[in-house]
């Protein structure tokens, strides 16, 4: 059973840094393309960061480059996101999610607040 538990979320101030994690067990961690998505209330989800399996490719929507750096310990099962310079508008639930053809998984999320 796939499971994917992140951890780290906190109230950080504005220009601050804060790195959130996500534990993964359930399935072969190190084959799979992973991503970081986040959702404010009300809002669907919003697309963050992806890595890859092994190899280490990286992605950022272009509102994170430069300040955000998504990395994974496959000896671990964990997947980071380290966060930097955060501004109010990060404020979101952190989710990871297991790209998996259509039958992706996700966590519960990660809450990260900013106060200004």
């Known amino acids: 059973q796939v499971q994917l538990v992140e951890s780290g979320g906190g109230l950080v101030q504005s220009g601050g840094s804060l790195r959130v994690s996500c534990a993964a067990s359930g399935f072969t961690f190190s084959s799979y393309y992973m991503s970081w998505v986040r959702q404010a209330p009300g809002k669907g989800l919003e697309w963050v960061s992806d890595?890859?399996?092994?190899?280490?490719?990286?992605y950022y929507a272009d509102f994170v480059k430069g300040r955000f750096t998504v990395s994974r310990d496959n000896a671990k099962n964990t997947l980071y996101l380290q966060m930097n310079n955060l501004t109010p508008n990060d404020a979101d639930l952190y989710c990871c999610?297991?790209?998996?053809?259509?039958?992706?998984?996700w966590g519960k999320g990660t809450l990260v607040t900013v106060s200004s």
């Open positions: 999610e297991k790209i998996d053809s259509g039958m992706d998984d």
């Open positions: 890595i890859a399996g092994r190899g280490g490719g990286t």
